[in-house]
């Protein structure tokens, strides 16, 4: 995610570091690669100037020439600058309202709308236990229709069928109906994408929101767009009052500049970003821990989040305890592992929250084929037996060549995971042994 800028950055707080003195000249130069690596990410002019103008101010200031490490109090800046660009403190949706608590979204066609319905729709349910029901008010594509009562199926929410016969307005008034009678929490109401320069579409759905008044009005943004989204983020602004801002994409090569500029230009907080084209893409927008990202300090605290969500505590605990009582880590225990760390959204996705310096190192490795391999070790597993997987020793030549043809690989792919378990569980009796007790408490603080 924003590589470029990132490793910039990243490459600009190292030096800062390393200075032991700050002076004119030095700071000067720095302050110089931040606004180029601003101008080369995209971010628009009049906030770039204003951002450095900004950290030259602090810069200069006693508190960092006072400093016993100049350098690192000046990271300090550009971080906690960065944040406040950013919007400072994470927005979070607002639910102060009667339920249903009312979201509708806007934005151009392809910005990623009717995915982030899908995608917010599954984040509510699971997050907060929201009871969630989507409509379409898009009523020039059936196919628009069709998507989203996909989605919304996909993320085991409610879906209030319309037909492009209908008129919004009638859509939405009967969705609400619906949801307040089936108390519902939640109605998130996706519309058709449309241009601000439309004059007709953008009555439309400023009559919608003067009918739903929505608690919050989400737009959508294709974080690949640059300045432009953010223009148009701008342009809607003046004729709907938004809430917040949803930006997507951003696990694609976007320069990053929309995630710095929006709330600048717009006013509007960005509220949540697309990080895929799966349903679990998506998370909620932290602007300190962006900030820690983009500077190559990682995100450990979404790290450790997401390791709690995918971590079925119950299942840990239930392998903490069989290890406790002494018994043998087996091949099911193994897959249970392989598992919780699909369920973490990929290794890639993990590489992405960490500080650059290790970012560097699992960059080496390659990525995609890790992945490969993760799967590969999955399906062996999985045309094991149980039995076999409780007692792996058992497995001897005609079982390794039954359990090859069922995965599809070679009966030496079988031998070399065998080998690899080998090796894990003499590490985990190693463990059973001595330290884990320790360790699951060094864990747990
Ligand atoms: P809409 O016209 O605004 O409703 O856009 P869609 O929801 O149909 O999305 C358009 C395309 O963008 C689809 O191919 C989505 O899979 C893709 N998309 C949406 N959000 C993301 C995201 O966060 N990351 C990536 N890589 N693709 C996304």
């Known amino acids: 995610m924003l590589d470029n800028l990132s490793q910039r950055l990243a490459r600009v707080v190292k030096t800062i570091k390393g200075e032991a003195r700050l002076t004119e000249a030095n700071t000067q130069e720095m302050l110089r690669e931040i606004r180029i690596a601003l101008l080369e990410a995209d971010v628009a002019l009049p906030v770039v100037r204003d951002f450095v103008a900004k950290v030259r101010e602090k810069a200069l200031g006693q ?14 800046i550009v971080n906690r600058e960065l944040a406040e660009l950013m919007g400072g403190k994470a927005a979070e949706l607002s639910f102060a309202t009667q339920p249903p608590a009312i979201i509708l979204m806007a934005g151009l066609q392809g910005a990623g709308k009717t995915t982030t319905v899908g995608k917010l729709a599954k984040w509510l349910r ?5 009871k969630v029901l989507t409509v379409s008010c898009d009523v020039y594509r059936p196919a628009a229709i069709e998507q989203l009562r996909t989605v919304t199926e996909q993320a085991g929410a409610d879906f209030f069928p319309s037909t492009p016969q209908q008129k919004p307005a009638d859509i939405a008034r009967d969705a609400l109906q619906w949801a307040k009678t089936h108390y519902h929490d939640v109605l998130l109401v996706d519309t058709a994408g449309r241009l601000a320069i439309d004059e007709q579409m953008m009555a439309e759905i400023a009559q919608l929101h003067a009918q739903l008044k ?10 690949m767009q640059g300045q432009d989204a953010v223009n148009t983020a701008r342009a809607f602004n003046e004729t709907l009052p938004l809430t917040g801002v949803v930006l997507t994409k951003l696990d694609g090569d976007s320069r990053g500049g929309a995630a710095l500029s929006v709330k600048a230009i717009t006013g509007k907080p960005i509220k949540f970003v697309g990080v895929g084209e799966k349903l ?8 300190e821990r962006m900030a820690n990202r983009i500077l190559g300090m990682g995100d450990i605290v979404s790290l ?5 969500k995918a971590v079925d505590e119950k299942s840990a605990k239930a392998l903490a305890d069989k290890l406790k009582s002494g018994s043998r880590f087996d091949l099911n225990d193994f897959l249970q592992q392989l598992g919780q760390m699909k369920r973490m959204g990929g290794l890639s996705s993990l590489v992405d929250k960490l500080p650059a310096q290790f970012q560097a190192a699992a960059g080496q490795a390659d990525m995609g084929k890790a992945e490969k391999e993760l799967k590969r070790m999955q399906g062996i597993i999985h045309s094991m037996t149980r039995a076999e997987r409780a007692k792996p020793d058992q497995i001897k030549a005609s079982r390794k060549r039954r359990i090859a043809t069922g995965a599809g690989v070679q009966v030496q792919d079988v031998n070399r995971l065998l080998a690899q378990f080998d090796q894990m569980q003499s590490m985990m009796k190693k463990m059973q042994k001595g330290g884990l007790a320790k360790m699951m408490r060094g864990m747990k603080g």
């Open 63 to 76: 508190d960092v020439l006072q400093s016993l490490t100049p350098g690192q109090a000046l990271v300090g």
């Open 126 to 130: 699971e997050n907060l236990k929201k």
């Open 214 to 223: 929505p608690i919050e009005t989400l737009f959508v943004v294709d974080a």
């Open 280 to 287: 679990t893409g998506l998370e909620s927008f932290h602007p």
């Open 304 to 308: 450790v989040e997401e390791a709690q």
